[in-house]
Structures are given as C-alpha cells and as structure tokens.
T-cell receptor, first 114, second 113 residues
Framework: DVKVTQSSRYLVKRTGEKVFLECVQD?????MFWYRQDPGLGLRLIYFSYDVKMKEKGDIPEGYSVSREKKERFSLILESASTNQTSMYLCASSARGQINSPLHFGNGTRLTVT | GEDVEQSLFLSVREGDSSVINCTYTDSSSTYLYWYKQEPGAGLQLLTY?????DMKQDQRLTVLLNKKDKHLSLRIADTQTGDSAIYFC?????????????FGIGTKLQVIP
C-alpha cells in the first residue's frame, strides 16, 4: 500500500514565522500535490510537482512556495505565516503515465497561526 | 475547467441505504473517484469508475454513472455508524500529459443509530 506521511499532525505558529510542512511518500510516485481544506470550500490545490525540482502553481499559490529536491519528498513553505493560512493541509501523491492513477493522501497537518 | 458539485449534508438511519450524489461539468473526465474522509484524517480512496462504465459494485458500495446528465452517485447499502464521514467526488481530466483532479466540496454523511 502507498504510504504518504506528513511530518506533523498539529502545528501552532505565530504570525510572521516561516513554516515548513513536510511530506514523504514511499511508492516512487512522480506526482506530488499540496492541498488546503477549509470548511465550506472543500479542497483547493496550492502547488503540485510532476518531477524532482519541478513545480507548478495550483489554484491558490499566493503566500506559499514549495520544494522538491528528492523524488519522495515535497515540502510546503509558508514564508511569513498569516492567520488566514490557518487550515488543514493535505499532501497527496500519484503515479505518472497511467490512465487510472488516483491520488493517495497523507493524514493531514492542521496548522493554526495565531 | 471542471466543476464538481455535491450536496453538503445527508442524514440516514443505521441499516438504511445512503445515496450521495455528484454532478460534474467536463465530459472528457476519464475517471471519477469517491473518497472518504473520517474526522481528523486524510482522504481515503473508496472506489472509482471509468467513464465508459455505467455501474460498478464493490461489496456494499454501488457507483452509478449517467454520462448524458454528467451525474454520479454513490450508494452505500446497510449503512453503519462507521460510515459516518465526509465523502468527496472527484473528476479526472487528462490534458497535455498531466492529470487534473477536481474535487467536490464534500458531503457529510451522518448515520443515526
């Protein structure tokens, strides 16, 4: 089974702090994604990566950056955390080159910015 | 781009069937997925249907796809309290060698004992 591991389940940070959310997958998937989930808004794609050192903006990239230095690891960076970035963050991965390639999700990181 | 819509909430009694509905807009969606999210957890893939199928059954789960109306449903037979969760419908469109996944807002299923 695919395992996607997010390093923290809960994080509390202060406004203005630099925040790193880490995600690791063990199935050699090419594709990795970061979503945020908010009540009433569903899942929104922040950034994704289809290969090492490659990144693409999703629907809501503002205030975020990402890093993909190794195939198995995809990091989400909040350069200067703000209270409106309080949310549940979900990492996912999928294989490339297959027609049926569902996303496999981690358990999420609930970030609170005070 | 694709839009995927779902109702927000469904309440059923334990033992009854649950039907969660979803509509999508992009007829070129190749696969449609159902994910389940239990409280405090990530999304877990429940089942999927390929766009050239009308129905797929997997134990207590039945997925129906009406391509003409772009309507997808998930039926859970003999609903149990453990089925209480948020259910997300998602459509996949392949474009330029990449896959674009669009999620619905999620339907919260409440099972009353």
């Amino acid at each position: 089974d695919v395992k996607v591991t997010q390093s923290s389940r809960y994080l509390v940070k202060r406004t203005g702090e630099k925040v790193f959310l880490e995600c690791v997958q063990d199935m050699d998937h090419e594709n990795m994604f970061w979503y945020r989930q908010d009540p009433g808004l569903g899942l929104r794609l922040i950034y994704f990566s289809y290969d090492v050192k490659m990144k693409e903006k999703g629907d809501i990239p503002e205030g975020y950056s990402v890093s993909r230095e190794k195939k198995e690891r995809f990091s989400l960076i909040l350069e200067s955390a703000s209270t409106n970035q309080t949310s549940m963050y979900l990492c996912a991965s999928s294989a490339r080159g297959q027609i049926n390639s569902p996303l496999h999700f981690g358990n999420g990181t609930r970030l609170t910015v005070t | 781009g694709e839009d995927v819509e779902q109702s927000l909430f469904l309440s059923v009694r334990e033992g009854d069937s649950s039907v969660i509905n979803c509509t999508y807009t992009d007829s070129s969606s190749t696969y449609l997925y159902w994910y389940k999210q239990e409280p405090g957890a990530g999304l877990q893939l429940l089942t999927y249907i390929f766009s050239n199928m009308d129905m797929k059954q997997d134990q207590r789960l039945t997925v129906l796809l009406n391509k003409k109306d772009k309507h997808l449903s998930l039926r859970i037979a003999d609903t149990q309290t453990g089925d209480s969760a948020i259910y997300f419908c998602a459509g996949v469109v392949h474009s330029g060698g990449y896959q674009k996944v669009t999620f619905g807002i999620g339907t919260k299923l409440q099972v009353i004992p």
